[in-house]
């Protein structure tokens, strides 16, 4: 594997095997474990004298069930990407190289007689000990449940407190839940009841509910029933950050098997997940995209939270959208699948014009809270102390000083977009890709967010010599050193990719600010996504204005559904929350209708925008990407492509070939030639085409090449 085309193997006189099972075969001088996709039945000898013979058969059972098949079939086909590298998305490492399913057995923990009986106060000294001891106390937690806590584990098992419990993989049973269900407003009963109704049928809803409205509780009470049927459930989260503070309301209220699944797990432990899934003993599943291919032995909800967030596709390789193919997967298990978020996706609203999806509202939040006030702060002309303006400082003073919490908003992480020479005016940019490079103070380095390329501070300007390099614009680093100077006595703390790579501090900071102290938050767009921080009654967007003048048609979507769910962070405890948004142009139509009006606003009049300039989700998109070294080979390789399918295909609409916002990365020149169709079957006639035609020219083996379908990022 992977697997560019199918391959034609004999099986040895006796053996039988079924679609979906391991084999291993002889591949060249090489052996290589692959999968069985069909059985054709023998034909005669002549022909088939030249075929080799596979070598071993390794599962009894299908590894990839005929409905995972039929899912992964679609997904080749309907993504244009080689089945064997659609199959690894599947397969867990472990079992790719060719290991045993496992044996039938997972562990659990649990405490000791001795374990119950001893007080909290032994564990005193040991917080993270007391703090598992006491989760212990309400039940076994499996191995998946304790990932994460191995250090206290071990202490426990070693003071005889605790001790595994060899458990044999064995569908859950359901068990009364551990909390009652809190009441449901009108709103949340229709939509829990309307999910219920559909239970076992394949129905479609689309869950809009502004922040606060109780989606996850709409969520948790469509689940009760599904659980008591036997059948299991599947959450898909965009980010891994997500699922810890997701996995925690999901097991405070259901006694079953709860698993998480996401890329930062190792092999063994996605091997056991894979496996809990497959014998049925896994009841709830929550993870991100990848979690959809895992083999659910009785699958009987899906639901995709947070449906609008871009990072559901996945952006390299096999480019599919975790949206997408789940409702596909719920078509083919069948069951109904829930995409819920407060900022829906274009497209989803489009299907439910269609009449496709369901339309479940919750309009209200679900407490009494207010949705929060967004002002606008106009920049111009403003002394800006250290990119905030007076009137900014001083809100984040009162609020501060009323023992309240505030958070700060900025996209861009470093310390700064670049260095600049005060000489000269060279500028600090990367040397393989047309952009900048993002100081960053902490470890003095140069990095350059687009290929990742790193190196020290110059001394020196490129240019003209001169030492006097300075910072120039605002990345978080920055804004959470001058916060620092400005409000000594208070704590900041910063929320970026950079501030939580180390495994486990993501969890400390959210403990932290959970704490409800005084304090700043600093933070990208990682901040938006769902967390819940009672204590926050001011949020602060420090710069909008370069997302409003963007060339990409999706920017204004983007930022719409970023600054509702930004807002949506402010005043969700007792105190209500204002939203402040610095900006040059308070008067721009789009800040000012969500503002005025709201997301849905705003979506109605965007998707009208998007019917009349004829653009997704009115018109199908495939995007044909190409790199190279040479400058121009992508602009001649793409021109011809373009001339052949149009020449077939006159229906077909195209834009370029073209040069992306970023031109060069990592070294490459880019292009990029866009498909538009409204009609789907048509322009995956077209892409067929055209990928052949692209596969047979000797131009396309001098650059790289791929085909994006239902791109989202045109960057
Ligand atoms: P969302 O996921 O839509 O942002 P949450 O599910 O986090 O909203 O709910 C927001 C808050 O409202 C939570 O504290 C939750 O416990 C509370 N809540 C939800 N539904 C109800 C209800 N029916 N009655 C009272 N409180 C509710
Ligand atoms: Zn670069
Ligand atoms: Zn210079």
Redesign the pocket.
Known sequence: MPLHQHFDYLLPPGVTTSPGCRVRVPFGKRELIGICWQLDPPVDTASTYELKTVLAVLDEHPVIGPQLQQLLSFAADYYHHPLGEVLVSALPALLREGKPVLGGHSRQLQLTETGQQTSADTLKRAARQLALWQRLQQGPLSETELSGDSASVRALVDKGLAQWQLLAFEPFTPLPERQKA????PA?ALAVTAINQAGGTFQRFLLE???????????LQAISPVLQQGQQVLVIVPEIGLTPQTLA?FAQRFAVPLQIWHSNMTDAERLLAWQRSDSGEAAITIGTRSALFLPFRRLGLLIIDEEHDNSLKQQDGFRYHARDLAVKRAALTPCPVVL?S?TPSLESLYNVQQGRFVHLQ?PQ???SQQVPRIELLDLKQQVLKQGLADGTIRQIEQRLGRGQQVMLFLNRRGFAPALICHECGWLTECLRCAAFTTYHKQSRMLVCHHCGASRGVPHQCGQCGSTQLAPVGQGTEQLEEQLQQLFPQYPVRRLDRDSTRRKGSLEQLLQQIGSGEPAIIVGTQMLAK?H?FPNVSLVVIVDVDSALYSSDFRAGEQLAQLLTQVA?RAG?GDIAGTVLLQTHYPGHPLLQDVIQNGYQSFARSALLERQQTRLPPYQHLALFRTESFDSQDGLAFLSMLQQQVAAEFPQLQFLGPLQPPLERKAGKYRWQLQLFSGDRKLLHQALQQLLLNARQSPLGRKLKWQLDVDALDLS
């Open positions: 809190l009441a449901l407003n949340q509910g502004v922040t606060g409205s109780g989606k996850t509780e709409v969520y309301r819920g407060a919750l939040r679900a407490t769902g819940h949506g969700r």
